[in-house]
């Protein structure tokens, strides 16, 4: 199959467009059983790009094609102490289905590389469903990997406790 012809763009949450497609397109994550298998209420499908605007260290990806959006990469930047420089951490990544397998994921993420890389940032951070093989295919390709600061010590592991 060939590939589409894909727009990937740094999002401006000021742009409807935008704001509109980044409520969509997570909700459709959000639908999906690795995003928990069901919807975003309307309010947060609505507000969601507001509220990252009021973040200024949050930055947004996206994926178009024949103008429809297809992929969202939201992002934050955070800080290594050990390297005392910036990171960012990939706090979402979705490509719509019927568009997966075409590498709309690896065009988004190197243009996260890109925007980290002109932040001045020492690493890209993200999480990942063990059962996610194809996600962790995509990240594989892209060069991320688990890590570890002494093997005696084990793999990092992301844990949360819901507030």
């Known amino acids: 199959m060939e590939s589409p012809e894909v727009l990937v763009l740094q999002a ?8 509109e497609a980044i409520g969509f397109l997570l909700n459709q994550y959000a639908q999906d059983v690795m995003g928990g298998g069901e919807s975003l209420s309307l309010d947060t499908q609505q507000q969601l790009a507001v509220e990252l605007a009021k973040r200024p ?3 947004s990806v996206l994926a178009f094609v024949a103008g429809q959006p297809v992929g969202l990469v939201n992002c934050f930047e955070g800080f290594s102490t050990f390297q005392c420089r910036p990171l960012v951490n990939i706090h979402d990544v979705v490509v719509i289905g019927g568009q997966r397998g075409l590498g709309i994921s690896q065009k988004m993420l ?9 932040r001045g940032c020492c ?3 993200l999480e990942v469903l063990e059962g996610n093989t194809v996600a962790q295919g995509a990240y594989l390709k ?11 010590m084990g793999k990092a592991m992301f844990w949360q406790k819901t507030l």
Not at 12 to 19: F, G, L, W
Not at 142 to 152: I, K, M, R, T, V
């Open 123 to 125: 690493k890209l951070t």
């Open 57 to 59: 260290q949050a930055f």
């Open 142 to 152: 892209q060069g991320f990997a688990g890590y570890e600061l002494d093997p005696a």
């Open 12 to 19: 401006s949450y000021t742009n409807p467009v935008h704001a």
């Open 110 to 118: 190197s243009k996260v590389e890109e925007i980290a890389r002109q």
